[in-house]
């Protein structure tokens, strides 16, 4: 899209669920039901940071509980009460409340509706290339190359990989666009394949 096609402003809940619901491979993205992204900072052709509009329907989560190696985060409450999990505590958000989440940290983190309405919020994000993100509840790692980013549109998919309990060694784990689990070749160019 060149900068002629980019919108001056929208009405964000105007702009396009994101096509695909998550970048997980399963059994992982299955968890993710009830979350509906909406990714304004492509629309207008942002390329330092993303944002996202994200409703999260009762009983859903915002993503797995992750911690980013390089890219910092940001979530804002419009509405509704989700429940911030990090590896320290639990902490009730509400609506005009704010968190943010330092790259490098290693405090993983996550937005969970335990509540019976739906939540909406915005998420920022930097795109900083050669992101490491690691789920410490699901002894999963995701890593991303060069060109890619976390939070919203990728030059390509990451790898993700086990890191210890979920070890098979009969499978290679591949980027979502490969179909997940699978033996095919990495075609994601900064990419490797971490065999399994």
């Known amino acids: 899209m060149s900068h002629a096609e980019h919108p001056i402003a929208i009405a964000a809940l105007d702009a396009p669920l994101r ?10 993205a299955s968890r993710l039901t009830g979350r509906e992204k909406r990714p304004l900072g492509d629309l207008f052709g942002l390329s330092n940071f993303g944002v996202n509009l994200t409703r999260l329907l009762p009983g859903a989560s915002s993503a797995l509980r992750h911690a980013h190696s390089r890219q910092d985060e940001f979530v804002y409450v419009l509405e509704g009460h989700p429940l911030l999990i990090t ?29 019976a309405s739906d939540v909406l919020y915005l998420e920022v994000g930097d795109r900083s290339a050669g992101d490491t993100v690691s789920y410490p509840a699901d002894d999963l790692q995701a890593v991303l190359g060069p060109q890619q980013r976390s939070n919203g549109v990728k030059s390509c998919n990451p790898t993700f990989t086990p890191t210890k309990s979920l070890i098979r060694p009969d499978r290679r784990y591949s980027p979502p666009h490969h179909g997940g689990v699978s033996g095919r070749p990495n075609q994601c160019p900064g990419q490797h394949w971490l065999a399994v």
């Open 19 to 28: 096509s695909k619901p998550s970048n997980y491979p399963e059994p992982f």
């Open 87 to 115: 590896d320290q505590v639990e902490t009730p958000l509400a609506p005009g409340m704010c968190a943010g989440f330092k790259a490098g940290s290693g405090n993983g983190h996550q937005l969970v509706n335990r509540s």
